[in-house]
């Protein structure tokens, strides 16, 4: 029999997220004949729409359905994974705000190994997985080995496997509900209450055609003034990473990243920005990037379509005399 | 409330180009200027706020080398009540497992209603504190963004997801929290601050003080670990604009203006 590769499936309103296909890629480099398993955990109409989708791209389709599992709670979530899944099991999770949330911990319920983040993987064989991941913000790379003999957790950074759109199984849905709640839904001392949605900004950056972003690099408060006189004179808009909002320099709705805005402009000025995954998760549509930092090693340089090696306080200052002089 | 925070020492990105030894072994580290990990300031800072307003203490631990002991001492300037160095050679080499394992026993050894750790460190790994609560068989949370104190042994925190959204939840204590930054303002600490703790005492604990399975920690007890370092191949990377920064600027100008930058 074929070894098994489970897929937990994140989704939301009827629809698998884009790391669904991604970890049948990433199955594959694990194991190109295993049977894979999409792990489906929600509720009604949606979350059978989820499974039927799923059922093209996985061998199997295991669904846990309840109108208490309606929103992922990890913490409940965790527990039913642990009642339905195999002894020694590997399974595939998005390393996202819930994969976060539900993997550490089950590794360590399931007794098995854990590998956060994985961005690539490069062998799989004997009980021994080689991954890749990344430490210091990107700016170095680790392989990393892992004793998958008596089960493994692999996180899989969101977007660095392709996805795999053949669709070429016809996967049978089982329905593990009755199996997950045998002896009730798992009681849990986190209790999941409501989302609060963003608060919407004075200006929505998703609709700017040209964003000027500004990262830690302008090192101070005050300098913000350099930034947003460039954007005026590009006819642009201004927009920051993380730390910018963290500092309460600039307002979250400025914030790009995956923790803040998707946003798809034509031009992408990334001004001080080091460029980690997550900021750019949320830089969609293929701009144009151009990316000013005097660390050559931040990864922004491996995205940006122009790089100049520079001390945003002194070369901005001069971007914007010479734009200001054309006009 | 009694808080425990669990920190860590780091070499801090944003004063350090980091770079990888020609061997792989190891990034150069000769003059890397370390710092406590940014995530774990918040933590810290939080800890102090709610210990200000409901009393109780806040103990700040790690685990590492000697070296370790001034982060605990740059926390404990912050305010916090006491420090803990779980430090062994026996440890070299652990996972995270065996870091959560190590926490556990510093957990088991006090009265903690809160633990906390910052939502991630330099390895980028976010595991730590999930791993721990689910070792102490406590509710966890992960990127908590704000803290609510309730009655009845209960909080309420608000966990970033994904869009700048927040969802809330209501956690029972004991529990473990992951923090993610932003939630606070961490405060400033001076030279005199520092000097202000210089000569608290800071115990340290080893294998034998905590007890712990040798099976679970050190480079045998873990089930994943490091094989190298390297730069990943750039791809096609940027296309760096070389010159004086006129030439540069004037180069930048004519591309902007092809690709609809310059309205």
């Given at each position: 029999m074929a070894q098994q590769l489970f897929a937990y499936i994140a989704h939301r309103e009827g629809a698998a997220d884009d790391s669904a296909l991604e970890m049948v890629t990433a199955a594959r480099r694990i194991d190109a004949e295993a049977a894979t398993i999409a792990v489906v955990v929600g509720s009604g109409a949606q979350l059978d729409a989820v499974c039927n989708q799923m059922a093209a791209s996985y061998a199997e389709v295991w669904k846990i359905d309840d109108?208490?599992?309606?929103?992922?709670n990890a913490e409940i979530i965790r527990e039913l994974l642990v009642r339905i899944l195999p002894p020694q099991s590997m399974l595939l999770v998005a390393h996202d705000t819930f994969g976060m949330d539900l993997a550490p911990g089950l590794s360590v319920k399931l007794d098995a190994a854990f590998v956060p983040?994985?961005?690539?993987?490069e062998a799989a064989s004997d009980g021994k997985l080689t991954a890749v991941r990344q430490e210091y913000s990107g700016m170095a790379s680790t392989h990393v080995a892992c004793d998958m003999s008596g089960g493994i957790v692999i996180n899989m950074r969101p977007g660095a496997f392709a996805a795999?759109?053949?669709?070429g199984q016809s996967g049978q849905i089982v329905d593990k509900t009755s199996e997950a709640l045998a002896g009730g839904l798992p009681s849990v001392a986190r209790r999941f209450l409501e989302v609060v949605e963003a608060e919407v900004g004075?200006?929505?950056?998703?609709?700017?055609?040209v964003l000027v972003s500004v990262g830690?690099?302008?090192?101070?408060?005050?300098?913000l003034d350099i930034i947003h006189e460039l954007a005026e004179a590009m006819g642009g808009d201004v927009s920051c990473s993380r730390p910018i909002v963290d500092a309460k320099w600039?307002?979250?709705?400025r914030q790009v990243g995956t923790s803040g805005q998707t946003v798809k402009p034509k031009v992408y000025l990334a001004l001080g920005i080091s460029g980690s995954f997550q900021h750019l998760g949320?830089?969609?549509?293929?701009p144009f990037i151009v990316a000013v930092n005097k660390?050559?090693?931040?990864?922004?340089f491996q995205v940006a379509d122009v790089g100049v090696e520079a001390d945003i306080l002194d070369f901005v200052p001069e971007l914007t005399e010479k734009i200001s002089e054309l006009k | 409330m009694e808080i425990l925070v669990c920190v860590k020492r780091v070499p801090d990105t944003s004063e350090n180009e980091i770079e990888v030894k020609s061997d792989g072994s190891?990034?150069?580290?000769?003059d890397l200027v370390y710092s406590v990990n940014e995530w774990d300031n918040y933590a810290v800072e939080e800890a102090i706020q709610i210990r200000d307003r409901v009393g109780g203490s806040v103990t700040v631990v790690t685990v590492g080398d000697d070296e370790s002991e001034e982060v605990l001492r740059r926390e404990m300037a912050m305010g916090a009540d006491k420090g803990i160095l779980i430090s062994d050679?026996?440890?070299?080499?652990?996972?995270g497992r065996g870091i959560a394992a190590l926490l556990k026993s510093a957990v088991e050894g006090g009265n903690y209603d809160l633990i906390m750790t910052g939502a991630?460190?330099?390895?980028?790994?976010?595991?730590i504190g999930g791993m721990l609560a689910a070792m102490l068989g406590r509710p966890f949370a992960s990127l908590v963004n704000s803290i609510e104190l309730l009655d009845d042994g209960k909080i309420k925190v608000g966990r970033e997801i994904e869009g700048g959204n927040v969802e809330m939840n209501e956690i029972d204590l004991p529990c473990v929290l992951s923090i993610q930054t932003g939630i606070n303002e961490p405060r400033y600490v001076g030279i005199r601050g520092i000097r202000k703790v210089a000569s608290l005492e800071i115990p340290v604990q080893g294998a034998d003080d905590l007890g712990?399975?040798?099976?679970?920690?050190?480079a045998a007890g873990a089930r994943t670990q490091r094989l190298d370092y390297f730069v990943p191949e750039?791809?096609?990377g940027a296309e760096m604009l070389e010159g004086s920064t006129d030439e540069i600027v004037e180069k930048l100008i004519e591309l902007l203006k092809a690709k609809g930058g310059i309205k």
């Amino acid at each position: 029999m074929a070894q098994q590769l489970f897929a937990y499936i994140a989704h939301r309103e009827g629809a698998a997220d884009d790391s669904a296909l991604e970890m049948v890629t990433a199955a594959r480099r694990i194991d190109a004949e295993a049977a894979t398993i999409a792990v489906v955990v929600g509720s009604g109409a949606q979350l059978d729409a989820v499974c039927n989708q799923m059922a093209a791209s996985y061998a199997e389709v295991w669904k846990i359905d309840d109108g208490a599992l309606a929103y992922p709670n990890a913490e409940i979530i965790r527990e039913l994974l642990v009642r339905i899944l195999p002894p020694q099991s590997m399974l595939l999770v998005a390393h996202d705000t819930f994969g976060m949330d539900l993997a550490p911990g089950l590794s360590v319920k399931l007794d098995a190994a854990f590998v956060p983040d994985v961005v690539e993987i490069e062998a799989a064989s004997d009980g021994k997985l080689t991954a890749v991941r990344q430490e210091y913000s990107g700016m170095a790379s680790t392989h990393v080995a892992c004793d998958m003999s008596g089960g493994i957790v692999i996180n899989m950074r969101p977007g660095a496997f392709a996805a795999d759109e053949s669709k070429g199984q016809s996967g049978q849905i089982v329905d593990k509900t009755s199996e997950a709640l045998a002896g009730g839904l798992p009681s849990v001392a986190r209790r999941f209450l409501e989302v609060v949605e963003a608060e919407v900004g004075d200006v929505d950056i998703t609709k700017s055609e040209v964003l000027v972003s500004v990262g830690r690099g302008i090192e101070d408060e005050d300098n913000l003034d350099i930034i947003h006189e460039l954007a005026e004179a590009m006819g642009g808009d201004v927009s920051c990473s993380r730390p910018i909002v963290d500092a309460k320099w600039l307002e979250k709705p400025r914030q790009v990243g995956t923790s803040g805005q998707t946003v798809k402009p034509k031009v992408y000025l990334a001004l001080g920005i080091s460029g980690s995954f997550q900021h750019l998760g949320g830089l969609k549509g293929n701009p144009f990037i151009v990316a000013v930092n005097k660390n050559t090693k931040a990864p922004i340089f491996q995205v940006a379509d122009v790089g100049v090696e520079a001390d945003i306080l002194d070369f901005v200052p001069e971007l914007t005399e010479k734009i200001s002089e054309l006009k | 409330m009694e808080i425990l925070v669990c920190v860590k020492r780091v070499p801090d990105t944003s004063e350090n180009e980091i770079e990888v030894k020609s061997d792989g072994s190891d990034i150069a580290r000769d003059d890397l200027v370390y710092s406590v990990n940014e995530w774990d300031n918040y933590a810290v800072e939080e800890a102090i706020q709610i210990r200000d307003r409901v009393g109780g203490s806040v103990t700040v631990v790690t685990v590492g080398d000697d070296e370790s002991e001034e982060v605990l001492r740059r926390e404990m300037a912050m305010g916090a009540d006491k420090g803990i160095l779980i430090s062994d050679d026996r440890f070299e080499g652990s996972d995270g497992r065996g870091i959560a394992a190590l926490l556990k026993s510093a957990v088991e050894g006090g009265n903690y209603d809160l633990i906390m750790t910052g939502a991630q460190a330099d390895d980028g790994a976010a595991q730590i504190g999930g791993m721990l609560a689910a070792m102490l068989g406590r509710p966890f949370a992960s990127l908590v963004n704000s803290i609510e104190l309730l009655d009845d042994g209960k909080i309420k925190v608000g966990r970033e997801i994904e869009g700048g959204n927040v969802e809330m939840n209501e956690i029972d204590l004991p529990c473990v929290l992951s923090i993610q930054t932003g939630i606070n303002e961490p405060r400033y600490v001076g030279i005199r601050g520092i000097r202000k703790v210089a000569s608290l005492e800071i115990p340290v604990q080893g294998a034998d003080d905590l007890g712990i399975s040798p099976d679970l920690v050190g480079a045998a007890g873990a089930r994943t670990q490091r094989l190298d370092y390297f730069v990943p191949e750039m791809g096609e990377g940027a296309e760096m604009l070389e010159g004086s920064t006129d030439e540069i600027v004037e180069k930048l100008i004519e591309l902007l203006k092809a690709k609809g930058g310059i309205k």
